[in-house]
């Protein structure tokens, strides 16, 4: 059998190859690509990102990536959102409200409470799900590298995999069928977030 192939989606913003450089680490068969074919073709999608949530998404529909980003999370394949990866999947973000984002996952992203040093920068532990297949073998606690000042609200607390505290709960991490995402930088997390990534490879072979 030929190795599984991960597409990294890359639409032009922030610094995506830490994410391919990661997988790459793992023994992955991970490529940054513009081509919405390459992401049509792959066996699995990650959807890095960095920055502001309306930047990201402007950038991801002027590249013409959305379409084929979109049919990536709903049939099934393996699907990692990564950072304000994971904040695109849902409805929209108060950050910008007058963007849309994919609407794969029912909710919505809102400011952290202001009370506290924003944006969050640094290490964070998490408590996960008894159960999650995205944070299985994990350590505990298990200490992710953070950086952003909105996080996610589902609608359906059913889908977090992990949650952080820092000035409210919030959810760190999802699983939602087949798509799989983190508010955290695994592949800034040392060897706890390349576990994290190992178990999105496993499932992608």
């Known amino acids: 059998m030929s190795e599984p192939r991960i597409a990294v989606v890359d639409y032009g913003i922030g610094n995506l190859r830490s994410a391919e450089k990661a997988l790459q680490h793992l023994g992955a068969s991970a490529a940054l690509t513009w081509d919405p074919a390459e992401v049509e073709r792959a066996d ?12 990201c998404m402007r950038a ?4 013409g990536l959305e379409k084929a980003t979109k049919a990536a ?21 108060d ?9 794969i996952v029912p909710g919505r ?33 298990a200490w992710l590298y953070f950086v952003h000042s909105y996080a996610p609200e589902p609608d359906d607390d059913d889908v ?16 939602h069928g087949s798509v799989w995402a983190t508010q955290f930088h695994p ?17 992608a072979a």
């Open 44 to 55: 699995a999608v990650v959807l890095p990102g960095v920055g502001a949530f309306g930047a």
């Open 60 to 63: 991801l529909r002027a590249s």
């Open 73 to 93: 999370a709903t049939d099934g394949r393996p699907f990692l959102g990564i950072c304000i990866g994971m904040q695109m999947l849902f409805d929209g973000s």
């Open 95 to 103: 950050e910008s409200p007058d963007v849309d984002g994919l609407g």
């Open 109 to 141: 992203v809102t400011l952290l409470p202001e009370r506290e040093r924003l944006p969050q920068i640094g290490w964070n532990t998490l408590d996960v799900r008894a159960g999650s297949h995205l944070c299985a073998h994990l350590p505990d606690p």
């Open 160 to 175: 977090v995999a992990a949650w952080c505290m820092y000035g409210r709960r919030f959810a760190a991490a999802i699983e």
């Open 187 to 203: 592949e800034k997390s040392g060897e706890t977030g390349l576990r994290l990534l190992r178990n999105f490879v496993e499932v």
